[in-house]
């Protein structure tokens, strides 16, 4: 699984698998735990591309992110590596 440690949200990180640019598995740890699975329940087996596109720029309140844009962040940082 890949991890990435989020910044400016309540989750404290993100675990995914990713297997021919299809997200199969994702679980965030800390946060709005209902929220949270249900975004994991909703991404799993979408292609990671559509998902950086729909995720990226979500805000959460005031906050100048959120957790699914946090995810589009950890996506693109998979695919860059």
């Known amino acids: ?15 995914f698998e990713v ?18 699975q249900g975004i994991a329940s909703l991404v ?4 990671v591309d559509k998902l ?5 720029g ?4 005031n906050k100048e992110t959120s957790c699914p844009d946090q995810l589009s962040k950890a996506l693109i940082k998979y695919k860059n590596k």
Do not use: P
Request: proline share 0%; charged share 25%.
């Open 1 to 15: 699984m890949y991890e990435y440690a989020t910044s400016g949200v309540c989750a404290k990180d993100i675990k």
């Open 19 to 36: 297997e021919n640019g299809i997200v199969k598995k994702v679980l965030f740890t800390g946060g709005c735990n209902g929220n949270l």
């Open 44 to 47: 799993e087996g979408m292609e």
């Open 52 to 56: 950086i596109e729909k995720l990226s």
């Open 58 to 61: 979500i805000k959460c309140g």
